[in-house]
């Protein structure tokens, strides 16, 4: 059993600096809600892969702060992590980022980022593997809510077309089940993938 320290409260107090005036996807939810619904489902299973208390919580402020270097500054939000939390969190974050742009560059094209990022999950600790697993289910879940209020609207929000992002998501599905083997993740990924599936548009199903 592991518990949250000062240092988790400190990462989350971090957080929720770094995402203050961001929002997310389809609805103008505060985008700490993300971070902190990943983290939680983090804490809910990570001792599954991990068996050292101190490094469980370590892996709990990896995933409040997953988004950060991504989103919220590239590199320099690297620095103010290592700082902070040390070099290992740091990078554990940088390695769940898709990209590392400073703020204001562009971001290279979505499939190269996601063919960089699976490469990336192939190799990683398992802990972040399943940092990335937890990440993927609440967007996943997210989209599955947003289409209730939105309907097809969701997918104007997204780079790829529907079947080519449901493509990814299910490649990962293949990655995650080779990294995690039986984890009782995986069916709760299985369970919010097949829900996005069954919303896709119908002129883009496959028959």
Known sequence: MFTLSERFEQALSMACDFHRLQKRKNLPTPFISHPLSV???????????????????????????????????????????????????????????????????????????????????????????????????????????????????????YTLPPLDTIANYDRLLELYRKRLGSHRILGIYEQSLNAVRAICPASHRIV
């Open 39 to 157: 983290a939680a489902l983090v804490c809910e299973n990570i001792e599954f892969v991990c068996s050292e208390p101190e490094r469980c919580e370590d892996f709990a402020i990896i995933a409040i702060l997953h988004d950060v270097i991504e989103d919220q500054g590239g590199m320099k939000a690297y620095e103010r992590i290592a700082q902070a939390f040390g070099k290992d969190i740091a990078d554990g974050v940088l390695a769940l980022s898709d990209s590392a742009c400073a703020q204001g560059d562009e971001k290279p094209p979505k499939t190269e980022r996601n063919a960089r990022y699976y490469e990336k999950m192939a190799h990683a600790d398992l802990g972040i593997v399943l940092i990335s697993c937890c990440d993927k289910i609440h967007n996943l879940r997210s989209m599955d809510a947003d289409y209730l209020c939105l309907g097809e609207m969701i997918w104007q929000s």
